[in-house]
Structures are given as C-alpha cells and as structure tokens.
C-alpha cells in the first residue's frame, strides 16, 4: 500500500457508510484506498457526518473512473 505521503484526496462520500463501500470497490480494483473521517469522529458506531475517501496518487485517475462508472445516469 502507498505510504501516508502519498495518499491524496479522491472524493467525499455523504457519509461513513458509503465511504467504506467505496474504498472497498476500490480495494477490490487493486486502487490503495483509505477512508478518512476528517474532523469528526464518531465513538458510537457509524458516522451520518460525510467522510474523504484517500488514494494513492498514482492511482488517483483510475479511482475517479471507477467511481464515475457507480453513478447512476440521472446524476451524469
């Protein structure tokens, strides 16, 4: 996985929830990705509060296409 100096900001999801589905389709596509709770951390289970999602900065591209591919075509 890239080193914390290399990670760079992707995206932020609306919430803990969709985050970590997106880092995980990420993962599964070979993309080093990590969620990023920012300022707010939630001690009592899921976060409502939106999340950045980090990525390697090599792969920064590909993870922008692969998360532009889960956009339903109503959102484009």
């Known amino acids: 996985m890239a080193k914390a100096k290399n ?3 992707l995206t932020t999801a609306p919430d803990q929830l969709t ?3 997106w880092k995980d389709i990420l ?9 990023n709770p920012g ?3 939630s001690f009592m289970g899921v976060s409502a509060f939106p999340c950045r999602i980090m ?3 090599d792969y920064r591209q590909k993870a922008e ?3 532009a591919s889960l956009k339903p075509e ?3």
């Open 7 to 9: 990670w760079v900001l």
């Open 27 to 35: 993962l599964q596509q070979g993309i080093p990705a990590m969620v």
């Open 39 to 41: 300022d707010i951390t």
């Open 74 to 76: 109503a959102e484009e």
């Open 65 to 67: 296409e692969i998360l």
């Open 19 to 21: 985050a970590e589905i």
């Open 55 to 57: 990525v390697g900065r």
